[in-house]
């Protein structure tokens, strides 16, 4: 047997106090979790290893005792950097640095995967102009999500008269990574799994650094058996291989269709009901105008607009492309954020970034946590929770049109769609509109100078930001425009003389 397999046990003692480790896995995709429970049981039982430095481009794990939260532990630890923690309230994790227990910084995904191609290559510094005049900006905040956070890990700098973040490139001693299927050597597949999350930018950039790789993998094949156009990791980035032989393929029962192995016929997908999702989904489905148009689509709400045009059999010519590689076909449910069912390509993140950043995107439907006056948005803080900005960042940079869907009003709402038309019932505990964000996610004046067109697209109302503020452009039919919306917006906002009733096919 090959030096290079061993237990999870063994390979987590590969893991030395202080390391900076980069782990892979998005939400529960492609998640290395039996190699982090091991390190977990080591620390809880040794204390060993402790005052770790975490990076992850995306968020790995998403539910109790799974991923991330295996670091939940007073000095496992250190600093933790990556693209966000949880959207979860109960999340350890979050609590540790909601409490100051843990140094943490948020970097928007695509810089991220970049940094570790530049670190791949031996590069001290990644430059971008993605995240200018957002909370990653040092003049915002330079990505701190605490008050224990103070080192500045991005300064600004000034290239031939163009602003650019710079981020200081850091070492890295072990990657942590999944694949389905490795050989004897080490080499490593993906053939049944969705998604590939930069795993050999992750192990690459360990190997430049003189560090170690370790791979979860579900089985092992023959030395020379697999094909060679399917390795995606070699063997000579590999240093340990962990055999879990039960782990469930990502995507579950959607696993074929997720990979392309199979077709799926969208006929299946379950329909909407008729409530205030349903509506705004309809709305935001008539901003995709005349096809082709290539459509990203954020957490929440977003992700499901899809099934609108399923329904409508409006889908020719839209493409929807993923930040996390997925291109054609249509999303899966929500605990398989990041892959679409039937689609045409497979593509790794560092190279959808590179996509993204080139301008290729016409729409972006994203949520939204709250937005102010000025038309900026906020996504990675607020109302308690820190999901951080996950490819908001990347994803809003460059597409020429914004469209951010939510509820008016979120936290107990009661509103229902009865009779052809809203019945608020309840107002929920808070409004998406407010006088400042709490956090710059995406800033409204940077994005309207490059061009770009913000809408907010709510159940009652619809606003574009422009240069003099917001803009009521489209009120739902029985909605009261004083009592039902601008008593709850905490700001002046310009009624549009040509403000219109919103479709009332949008609420039958």
Same mark, same amino acid.
């Given at each position: 047997?090959?030096?290079?397999?061993?237990?999870?046990?063994?390979?987590?003692?590969?893991?030395?106090?202080?390391?900076?480790?980069?782990?892979?896995?998005?939400?529960?995709?492609?998640?290395?979790?039996?190699?982090?429970?091991?390190?977990?049981?080591?620390?809880?039982?040794?204390?060993?290893?402790?005052?770790?430095?975490?990076?992850?481009?995306?968020?790995?794990?998403?539910?109790?005792?799974?991923?991330?939260?295996?670091?939940?532990?007073?000095?496992?630890?250190?600093?933790?950097?990556?693209?966000?923690?949880?959207?979860?309230?109960?999340?350890?994790?979050?609590?540790?640095?909601?409490?100051?227990?843990?140094?943490?910084?948020?970097?928007?995904?695509?810089?991220?995967?970049?940094?570790?191609?530049?670190?791949?290559?031996?590069?001290?510094?990644?430059?971008?102009?993605?995240?200018?005049?957002?909370?990653?900006? =040092?003049?915002? +905040? &330079?990505?701190?999500?605490?008050?224990? %956070?103070? !080192?500045?890990?991005?300064? #600004?700098?000034? /290239?031939?008269?163009?602003?650019?973040?710079?981020?200081?490139?850091?070492?890295?001693?072990?990657?942590?990574?999944?694949?389905?299927?490795?050989?004897?050597?080490?080499?490593?597949?993906?053939?049944?799994?969705?998604?590939?999350?930069?795993?050999?930018?992750?192990?690459?950039?360990?190997?430049?650094?003189?560090?170690?790789?370790?791979?979860?993998?579900?089985?092992?094949?023959?030395?020379?058996?697999?094909?060679?156009?399917?390795?995606?990791?070699?063997?000579?980035?590999?240093?340990?291989?962990?055999?879990?032989?039960?782990? =469930?393929?990502? +995507? &579950?029962?959607?696993?074929?269709?997720? %990979?392309? !192995?199979?077709?799926?016929? #969208?006929?299946? /997908?379950?329909?909407?009901?008729?409530?205030?999702?349903?509506?705004?989904?309809?709305?935001?489905?008539?901003?995709?105008?005349?096809?082709?148009?290539?459509?990203?689509?954020?957490?929440?709400?977003?992700?499901?607009?899809?099934?609108?045009?399923?329904?409508?059999?409006?889908?020719?010519?839209?493409?929807?492309?993923?930040?996390?590689?997925?291109?054609?076909?249509?999303?899966?449910?929500?605990?398989?954020?990041?892959?679409?069912?039937?689609?045409?390509?497979?593509?790794?993140?560092?190279?959808?970034?590179?996509?993204?950043?080139?301008?290729?995107?016409?729409?972006?439907?994203?949520?939204?946590?709250?937005?102010?006056?000025?038309?900026?948005?906020?996504?990675?803080?607020?109302?308690?929770?820190?999901?951080?900005?996950?490819?908001?960042?990347?994803?809003?940079?460059?597409?020429?049109?914004?469209?951010?869907?939510?509820?008016?009003?979120?936290?107990?709402?009661?509103?229902?769609?009865?009779?052809?038309?809203?019945?608020?019932?309840?107002?929920?505990?808070?409004?998406?509109?407010?006088?400042?964000?709490?956090?710059?996610?995406?800033?409204?004046?940077?994005?309207?100078?490059?061009?770009?067109?913000?809408?907010?697209?709510?159940?009652?109302?619809?606003?574009?930001?422009?240069?003099?503020?917001?803009?009521?452009?489209?009120?739902?039919?029985?909605?009261?425009?004083?009592?039902?919306?601008?008593?709850?917006?905490?700001?002046?906002?310009?009624?549009?003389?040509?403000?219109?009733?919103?479709?009332?096919?949008?609420?039958?």
């Amino acid at each position: 047997m090959s030096q290079k397999i061993m237990t999870r046990q063994e390979a987590a003692e590969l893991v030395k106090d202080r390391d900076t480790i980069v782990v892979c896995g998005c939400e529960n995709l492609l998640l290395p979790d039996r190699i982090l429970s091991a390190l977990e049981e080591r620390f809880v039982s040794t204390g060993h290893p402790r005052d770790l430095t975490d990076i992850h481009p995306v968020i790995y794990g998403m539910g109790e005792n799974c991923g991330l939260e295996h670091f939940a532990h007073e000095g496992f630890l250190t600093r933790s950097i990556g693209s966000g923690f949880s959207f979860l309230k109960t999340s350890r994790t979050s609590r540790l640095v909601r409490e100051n227990k843990l140094e943490a910084y948020v970097m928007p995904m695509g810089t991220l995967y970049r940094m570790l191609q530049n670190i791949s290559c031996g590069e001290p510094y990644t430059l971008t102009d993605v995240g200018l005049d957002t909370f990653v900006d =040092p003049r915002y +905040g &330079g990505g701190k999500f605490n008050s224990r %956070t103070t !080192e500045d890990i991005v300064s #600004l700098v000034n /290239l031939g008269g163009h602003p650019m973040l710079s981020y200081k490139n850091p070492g890295i001693n072990v990657a942590i990574i999944r694949a389905q299927t490795a050989d004897e050597n080490g080499n490593l597949t993906l053939e049944q799994e969705p998604v590939s999350l930069g795993i050999y930018s992750m192990a690459a950039a360990a190997k430049a650094c003189g560090g170690k790789v370790i791979a979860q993998v579900n089985r092992i094949a023959a030395s020379g058996s697999l094909p060679p156009k399917r390795v995606v990791v070699p063997s000579i980035l590999v240093d340990a291989v962990v055999v879990e032989e039960d782990v =469930p393929l990502s +995507g &579950g029962r959607l696993n074929f269709a997720l %990979t392309g !192995e199979n077709r799926m016929p #969208l006929g299946r /997908l379950e329909r909407l009901p008729l409530d205030i999702r349903k509506v705004i989904l309809r709305r935001a489905a008539m901003e995709i105008g005349q096809p082709p148009k290539t459509v990203n689509l954020g957490v929440g709400i977003p992700g499901f607009l899809p099934r609108i045009l399923v329904e409508n059999g409006t889908m020719d010519g839209v493409t929807f492309f993923t930040e996390h590689g997925s291109l054609g076909g249509v999303p899966g449910d929500r605990s398989n954020f990041g892959t679409n069912i039937n689609p045409t390509a497979l593509m790794d993140p560092t190279q959808v970034f590179q996509a993204f950043r080139g301008g290729l995107l016409d729409l972006s439907f994203l949520g939204c946590g709250q937005m102010d006056r000025h038309g900026n948005v906020n996504v990675s803080s607020f109302n308690g929770i820190v999901p951080g900005c996950g490819g908001f960042v990347d994803i809003a940079h460059k597409t020429k049109k914004l469209v951010f869907c939510a509820t008016f009003s979120s936290g107990g709402a009661d509103i229902a769609v009865e009779d052809g038309r809203l019945n608020i019932r309840q107002e929920g505990r808070f409004f998406k509109l407010v006088p400042e964000v709490e956090q710059i996610t995406l800033n409204g004046r940077n994005a309207r100078s490059k061009g770009q067109t913000i809408l907010f697209i709510t159940e009652r109302a619809v606003f574009r930001a422009l240069d003099d503020g917001l803009h009521l452009i489209e009120l739902a039919d029985g909605v009261d425009m004083e009592r039902d919306v601008l008593a709850h917006i905490p700001f002046p906002v310009t009624v549009d003389e040509c403000c219109r009733k919103m479709d009332a096919g949008l609420f039958v």
